[in-house]
């Protein structure tokens, strides 16, 4: 938990709504669709909301400039600080702590979709260093040196996000060093997929069989089109308070937040594993939550491809490094198994609206450890943990945090 001297500090989710879909009117009327979901639960005016934080990343060109602050004014807070940010559960949780506020809501919103599908694709190349592309992907060939043919890459489909390719060389870097298959991805898909059957906010909600997906039209190989998250809209919203500004509120169903832990991209070797950038970050929310991986009951993670969740399920220390695949194949990271991961759907399936996808994930595993999920409901949820990262620094993301949360 956060402390500071003499005082042991506790912070509580409120309420939350969230949502990822098709293709949706300019992103700020997302944002006036999804915050009063979460405000109206917890009985949360505008004069009791003392702090506003926004997030996105390609909101259209009359709001992109302006990100929370044009959110605030369509969200019904015109007159209350706000911030823009791409952890914004992060940043309001900091402010709680500093004094700066009583209650926070986070907001995060994303228009995406554009019938320009270059455009689409484009918008994500600024979030890897554009002065240095050709040592990016020299580095990225080299990782994956050795596996998989030229014939199998798969570079006859074009439009593709550049960290496909990104996802891809990791990918083959693990099949290399720990023996991961292809058809371990596919499992790690085809379980997202099945999740998100049961959630009504996924962007797409349709089973695929491992089989299935190994049959589907390659992106950038070992990726096939089922492994990868999809272009979305969407939007997602949560209210922080501190544990004194409870009673003002009729909610019922706070839910505690132990920890968040941001780090940063590193210059590591891209062999030394051991100081992934997720990896710090868990092990720093860990410590301060005071809980370690055996008692996670569910977690959300950025399966931008299903590699993404191989990857984090290990710096999660949800199994050891190597096991990720083989963990997903042997049926542990279902609803069900020892630890759900992506009960949701996953960014595979739910969406992927970049700058509510952290918000999003908060969504889920709050509405898992009050026991609202439905048929995706994962029995006795006590603690969950999300992972969520953004960019592309060296070997690893450029930015990531980790949250826990538990029941209060």
């Known amino acids: 938990m956060f402390q500071r001297p003499g005082q042991q500090e506790r912070f509580e989710l409120l309420a939350l709504a969230g949502i990822a879909g098709s293709p949706t009117e300019p992103g700020k009327h ?39 602050q044009a959110a605030g004014q369509v969200v019904g807070y015109p007159a209350k600080p706000r911030q823009r940010t791409e952890h914004a559960v992060h940043l309001a949780c900091t402010q709680l702590r500093a004094g700066d506020a009583d209650v926070a809501i986070a907001v995060g919103a994303e228009k995406m979709y554009t019938p320009d ?13 554009v002065h240095g592309v050709d040592e990016v992907l020299s580095n990225l060939e080299r990782l994956g040196a050795g596996v998989g043919t030229r014939e199998a890459d798969g570079t006859a489909n074009a439009q593709r996000s550049v960290f496909m390719d990104v996802y891809a060389a990791l990918a083959k870097q693990h099949m290399r060093r720990f023996g991961t298959t292809q058809r371990q991805l596919a499992a790690v898909a085809a379980k997202n997929h099945h999740h998100s059957v049961a959630n009504p906010l996924a962007q797409y909600r349709t089973d695929y069989t491992v089989d299935q997906v190994l049959a589907a039209r390659p992106i950038s190989w070992p990726l096939t089109l089922p492994m990868c998250s999809p272009i979305s809209d969407g939007a997602a919203a949560v209210i922080v308070c501190r544990e004194e500004a409870l009673p003002r509120f009729t909610a019922k169903r706070a839910i505690r937040v132990y920890a968040s832990a941001l780090a940063s991209g590193s210059n590591r070797d891209a062999e030394d594993l051991d100081r992934h950038i997720c990896r710090r970050a868990a092990a720093k929310a860990y410590e301060r939550a005071g809980v370690g991986p055996s008692e996670m009951s569910v977690a959300e993670v950025h399966d931008a491809t299903a590699m993404g969740e191989i990857l984090q399920s290990e710096n999660l220390q949800l199994c050891p490094l190597g096991d990720g695949g083989p963990l997903a194949e042997r049926g542990e990271t279902s609803i069900g198994g020892r630890i759900p991961i992506n009960p949701s759907g996953g960014l595979e399936s739910k969406g992927h ?8 994930q908060i969504h889920e595993l709050v509405t898992q450890l009050r026991g609202e999920s439905g048929a995706r409901q994962v029995t ?3 603690f969950g943990i999300a992972e969520n990262g953004g960019g592309f620094h060296g070997f690893e993301e450029a930015s990531a945090c980790v949250t826990i949360l538990g029941q209060s």
């Open 30 to 68: 997302q944002c006036a669709m999804i915050a009063p979901g979460a405000a109206l639960p917890a009985a949360v005016g505008p004069q009791q909301l003392l702090q506003l934080i926004g997030g996105e990343t390609q909101l259209p060109a009359e709001t992109a400039h302006r990100g929370g």
């Open 353 to 360: 609206p970049i700058g509510a996808t952290g918000l999003g």
């Open 380 to 382: 006795g949820a006590r």
């Open 117 to 129: 599908k270059e455009r689409n694709m484009a918008v994500l190349n600024g979030a890897w260093d």
